[in-house]
Nanobody
């Protein structure tokens, strides 16, 4: 089992920045069990969408087109933590942000087919709210 706890959400004005963190723990979460870690978001009345993902065995990343150049996903293996640095925030970024993890797996399949697909993820955090005002 893997437990995920998000932090760092809040309210900012357009153009501002926030840094989300996802702390992973659990008996099966080790640096040897490489997997995808992703950030997803869901706004009221909308479907959940993938924002960014990272493969822990090497650091390959993928981003949704809507956040490319503004958001950066990174990992701190020593702390079993994944971060999402969000710059240039826009009102349309307002949503509940969720951290997610897949089961241990290889990179076979590719970031493009796995990274932002919520159906590939088995573990989810409770979410952290991000609100961007204009």
């Amino acid at each position: 089992q893997v437990q995920l706890v998000e932090s760092g959400g809040g309210s900012v004005q357009a153009g501002g920045s926030l840094r989300l963190s996802c702390a992973a723990s659990g008996r099966t979460y080790t640096t040897h069990n490489t997997r995808f870690m992703g950030w997803f978001r869901q706004a009221p009345g909308k479907e959940r969408e993938g924002v960014a993902a990272i493969y822990t065995g090497g650091g390959s990343t993928i981003y949704a087109d809507s956040v490319k150049g503004r958001f950066t996903i990174s990992q701190d293996n020593a702390k079993n933590t994944v971060h999402l640095q969000m710059n240039g925030l826009k009102p349309e970024d307002t949503a509940m942000y969720y951290c997610a993890a897949t089961l241990p797996r290889t990179l076979v399949g590719g970031m493009s087919s796995v990274g932002l697909s919520e159906y590939e993820y088995s573990y989810w955090g409770q979410g952290t709210q991000v609100t961007v005002s204009s």
